[in-house]
């Protein structure tokens, strides 16, 4: 199933690398989406030889400026039943953006939520909303994540730009997961359920140029 | 001699006032994220005599009050504001009180007529909390906004040592406590 979703990448990529083909060359991942129809089709293994070899990232290698590592996206898998989706797969700058734009409010209502205040139940909620719109996840009801699973995720993230910060890699050499097609363990934080917050595994070439968290 | 402390936040501030106010029952005001400052401010009268040239040749204890300072994260304004009324002697909202109205009239802590609030702060970091016991805002409220949505409130209290017999039944006056460890209730 993985080697015909990635035979249909490349021939996505092809497709729009074409003369003619639509202005935007470079189809995201997640827009990729098979259908039965695509996946029994004959003809795309036949014309996957014929293409560039596509990245991890269903980009054409030429294209391929940053290993997947290097690009520093943030993951969080909370799930254990075996299912890799992860709920949260962002840039961790944009992410960081976001909660700039409301630490103040943030930071009150997280002193608040641990306080005896009376308000200190609305200021709960006001902090799970918040990390919810920040993360741009629904609620548990609509798929996403509980609200302990929300401060769970804070947790995770701070650990993670501390980690940044700090400049932490566990090798001074590169990953070599380019080309590779599978994220490595280097790739992404773990989950919480198999590690405290604070070790996720952050690749020395992804962390080095990430100053700004530090503001 | 009493000297400035500092209260460790995060600290809870909690008030009550005269039993037919707005302060009847104990009130959360707020939030202290940072250290509530506590100064001391002891008074002097100093004696001077011809024979003892310029320099104060005995000192008188001339009592003190207290002022405390603290900045609230969150508050709430309906608290505030009641304590702002208060402070001026239970005048309407917006209004100034009578001239010459009292604070105290005489009267025992949270009757009908003292308008003096007694001032709770409970830290849990120290665990040591305070209560000063007749107490007003010495200034306005000054709010900073923070953010979009928060704003933090600068607050000046000043406790006194009051009593409603500063005679001491005709012996002279003798201490009056201005703060303990006994919360309202």
């Given at each position: 199933m993985r080697r015909l979703l990635r035979a249909l990448a490349r021939w996505l990529v092809s497709l729009a690398a074409e003369p003619g083909a639509a202005p935007n060359p470079v189809p995201a991942p997640a827009v990729v989406t098979p259908t039965p129809q695509a996946l029994v089709a004959p003809t795309l293994p036949v014309q996957a030889p014929a293409l560039p070899p596509a990245g991890p990232e269903g980009l054409p290698e030429e294209m391929e400026l940053y290993t997947p590592a290097e690009r520093g996206i943030y993951r969080y898998c909370p799930r254990h039943?075996?299912?890799?989706?992860?709920?949260v797969r962002a840039d961790p700058m944009v992410l960081w953006k976001r909660i700039s734009a409301v630490i103040t409010d943030l930071s009150i209502d997280f002193k608040v939520a641990a306080s005896p205040s009376k308000d200190a139940s609305t200021a709960h909620t006001a902090v799970v909303r918040r990390l919810r719109e920040i993360f741009q996840l629904p609620p548990f009801e609509e798929g996403g994540l509980t609200e302990s699973q929300c401060l769970d995720l804070w947790n995770h993230f701070n650990e993670y730009c501390h980690a940044v910060k700090n400049g932490f890699s566990q090798s001074s050499t590169r990953s070599n997961s380019s080309g590779a097609g599978e994220p490595s363990s280097t790739d992404a934080p773990p989950t919480p359920s198999s590690s405290q917050p604070g070790s996720a595994a952050i690749d020395s070439s992804t962390v080095a140029p990430v100053s700004s968290p530090t503001a | 001699m009493p000297r400035d402390f500092f209260i460790n936040g995060e600290s809870l501030v909690l008030v009550k006032g005269r039993s037919n106010g707005p302060l009847a029952s104990l009130q959360q005001l707020g939030l202290a994220q940072q250290t509530i400052q506590v100064s001391w401010q002891t008074q002097y009268d100093d004696f001077t005599l011809d024979a003892w040239g310029?320099?104060?040749?005995e000192v008188q204890v001339r009592l003190g009050i207290v002022s405390v300072s603290m900045a609230l994260i969150h508050f709430d304004p309906d608290v505030l504001e009641a304590c702002v009324r208060e402070s001026q002697g239970g005048a309407a909202l917006g209004c100034v009180t009578s001239a010459s109205q009292r604070l105290g009239n005489n009267s025992a802590r949270f009757s009908t007529t003292n308008y003096f609030i007694g001032l709770n702060i409970v830290s849990p970091v120290a665990g040591r909390p305070y209560r000063f016991l007749y107490t007003h805002m010495s200034s306005s409220p000054v709010s900073w906004p923070l953010g979009t949505q928060k704003s933090i409130v600068q607050l000046q209290w000043r406790a006194i040592p009051y009593t409603t017999d500063p005679y001491g039944g005709g012996l002279g006056a003798t201490a009056a406590q201005i703060w303990d460890r006994t919360l309202d209730t």
């Open positions: 039943d075996g299912d890799p989706s992860c709920l | 310029n320099v104060p040749a």
